[in-house]
T-cell receptor, first 111, second 117 residues
Framework: DAKTTQPPSMDCAEGRAANLPCNHS???????VYWYRQIHSQGPQYIIH???NNETNEMASLIITEDRKSSTLILPHATLRDTAVYYC????????????FGTGTRLKVLA | GAVVSQHPSRVICKSGTSVKIECRSL??????MFWYRQFPKQSLMLMAT?????????EQGVEKDKFLINHASLTLSTLTVTSAHPEDSSFYIC?????????????FGPGTRLTVL
């Protein structure tokens, strides 16, 4: 299974864009990149996912490099409620399609 | 998005008793559900994959006789912690695999906090 590497923590000023990087250098050609976030004492919340192309939805944008070895999740206008642990996951394409969670990035949005 | 519920949200039990946790997909059918465990300040750790109508697949190191999983319908999976001990105290989270549309995505429940006294 492809592993992911994320910085352990980041700070971001409220109203500014939060750019969260993820390295997945061993990703296979048919593996997707998923992003989730977990606010304290809650289950993870789905944010976005992609394969090759950049993706955007109402929550965030996902930028995947051309070689697919890394990606960046962008929260365009961070608010205090975006303070959470963000997980970048490469979804295995083996039979069970299970997720392997890394340590994630603890994002703190500052007022 | 899709909604996954868990019940109960928190439970306190005595050592030696069994506890059942329910996971339901509310607005979609899920042939596959997953169970995770999370200790304080740690990441989620996959315990097992639950497939509707068949036996669960457990991750290495997870005792199948201690953590009983039943996935009897397309919207319900249960995790029973048998003969619970204080070291089983943890945050248990389930997810359900949503295959609708182009997304093959897991949606997570809100979690169940188990405290064993």
């Amino acid at each position: 299974d492809a592993k992911t590497t994320q910085p352990p923590s980041m700070d971001c000023a409220e109203g500014r864009a939060a750019n969260l990087p993820c390295n997945h250098s061993t990703i296979s050609g048919n593996e997707y990149v998923y992003w989730y976030r977990q606010i304290h004492s809650q289950g993870p919340q789905y944010i976005i996912h992609g394969l090759k192309n950049n993706e955007t939805n109402e929550m965030a944008s996902l930028i995947i490099t051309e070689d697919r070895k890394s990606s960046t999740l962008i929260l365009p206008h961070a608010t205090l409620r975006d303070t959470a642990v963000y997980y970048c996951i490469v979804r295995t394409t083996s039979g069970t399609y299970k997720y392997i969670f890394g340590t994630g990035t603890r994002l703190k949005v500052l007022a | 998005g899709a909604v996954v519920s868990q019940h109960p949200s928190r439970v306190i039990c005595k050592s030696g008793t069994s506890v059942k946790i329910e996971c339901r997909s509310l607005d979609f059918q899920a042939t596959t559900m997953f169970w995770y465990r999370q200790f304080p300040k740690q990441s989620l750790m996959l315990m097992a994959t639950s497939n509707e109508g068949s036996k669960a697949t457990y991750e290495q190191g997870v005792e199948k006789d201690k953590f009983l999983i039943n996935h009897a319908s397309l919207t319900l999976s249960t995790l029973t912690v048998t003969s619970a001990h204080p070291e089983d105290s943890s945050f248990y989270i389930c997810s359900a695999r949503d295959l609708r549309g182009r997304a093959d995505t897991q949606y997570f429940g809100p979690g169940t906090r188990l405290t064993v006294l």
